[in-house]
């Protein structure tokens, strides 16, 4: 017997070692220096953003508009290297087209949608249900804002979440779906409201993302 035990916990002494062997989760660093938008119609809205990564200032111009369908369509423009320097000389020449630096004169929304490969919508419920509530923990926590909507749609999981700091809030956001193994099975939104009862949707995370966007 004495050997039987010493067998038995040497195996579940491996067992524990394969269970911690797990790869570690990569910090994503991306800051958003600065956004610039001008609504050109009453279809269409132009936007300039600034961001960095881990070596790099980047300037992404873009336009927002809706399709046939009417879903967000998302067309890049240019995806530029720049230097730290130009970034000043950037916003002047901005300001000075009459671009302005927000839409948020209403509110601040962002909208996560997580596209996940399961087909089971139980699974993608309670996945819905644990990632909203991790975010509105973190949000809530740090004095920066709170879940308020989300449902499944032909999209994916969807949850949106009023804040008050935008750069802030994607940062907890792309942290917590980072940590989940998530952020690149998601795309993170901005809203614009370009009035009361009228907004469209800046498609941030990937940075470069272009194509449509199911709101539904």
């Not at 953003?49 to 300037?59: A, E, H």
């Not at 423009?77 to 948020?104: P, V």
Request: proline letters at 2%.
């Amino acid at each position: 017997m004495r050997k039987i035990g010493i067998i038995l916990m040497t195996f579940l002494g491996f067992g524990c070692k394969t269970k911690t062997n797990k790869e570690p989760i990569k910090n994503v660093e991306l800051d958003f220096i600065s956004s610039f938008y001008k609504k050109e119609n009453d279809e269409e809205i132009k936007f300039f953003r600034i961001t960095k990564d881990s070596s790099n200032f980047r300037q992404i111009e873009g336009k927002i508009s809706l399709n046939k369908d009417y879903n967000t369509l998302q067309e890049i423009k240019t995806n530029t290297i720049i230097s730290g320097t130009e970034i000043d000389s950037i916003k002047a020449k901005l300001k000075s087209e009459n671009y302005r630096e927000n839409f948020d004169n209403i509110s601040k929304v962002i909208f996560v949608q997580i596209q996940p490969k399961s087909e089971n919508d139980l699974k993608v419920l309670d996945l819905r249900h644990s990632i909203e509530g991790k975010i509105h923990q973190e949000l809530n926590s740090n004095k920066l804002g709170e879940w308020i909507a989300g449902d499944l749609g032909p999209g994916g999981a969807n949850m949106l979440f009023d804040v008050n700091n935008w750069n802030k809030s994607f940062e907890i956001i792309m942290k917590v779906l980072n940590n989940e193994n998530l952020l690149e099975k998601s795309l993170i939104l901005k809203r614009l409201n370009t009035a009361e009862d009228d907004w469209n949707y800046e498609i941030i995370y990937p940075i470069d993302y272009d194509g449509v966007f199911n709101q539904m």
